[in-house]
């Protein structure tokens, strides 16, 4: 006896469209895995799924395709320097290169967390993780950024405290978490900014408004994880205690300063000239 076409189940925030599972598992592409529920391949809780709207929480429930329990896939991380010119969006439809075209392909379906602009360039982490990609880009848990940043002429100290005390964007008030001056040219000033919740180009907008062009901007750490003497272009692999680090951050122990961190997450080699 067959059994019925199991109907869409209610949302709920746990819960991912049936093909997109089936797609992170590897079994396919979107549209294949599509088409094979369609024809009736797919057993959700040991019932047959042929609806497209169906939704399921991974956890909880038993996944089957063809009879084989839905295989879980393994979470990979990478830390990635993002070259200029990079995007970080999933599809450009110019064509431009991704950030996830750097990584491996034997990595699987991955994504980016957070973004950089085009313009910009340094450190993105990459990974199938969606629990700790969204629990390091949700304000609430405050994951500071590190970026040094090169602008042109000379930032005086009343700018930096303007800076500092913060201004006022579209979306409101906007403020860096830290700033200071790293080095000093003829022409030119490095500034180390910290922040802890970004807007859209908000490094850029801020320095504009106090009259300094960016001239270039680099990403150097997420929390603790840091982009080292990985070269542009570059996508490495994250060590355990990489991971772990990134995971105590999440959970309020140790998010902030990478200086302040263990020197079990510090990059392999050491840094010169620093």
Known sequence: MSKSPRHPTDLRSDQERLQKVL?????????????????????????????LGTRVDRSRQEIRVDGELLPYPKNVYFAVHKPPGVVSTARDPTGRPRVIDLVPQSAGRVFNVGRLDASSEGLILVTNDGTLANQLTHPRHGIEKTYHVTVAGHVTTDTLNRLRHGTYLAEGLARMTRIRIKNLHKKSTVLEIVLSEGKNREIRRLLARVGHKVLRLVRVAIGPLRLGQLPRGGARPLAPTEVAALLRAVRGKGGGDPKQQSASIRPRRPRKGS
């Not at 992170?24 to 799924?49: H, M, P, Y």
């Open 23 to 51: 797609a992170a598992a590897g079994i396919g592409s979107r549209r294949e895995c599509e088409a094979f529920i369609l024809l009736g391949r797919v057993e959700v809780d040991r019932e047959v799924v042929c609806e």
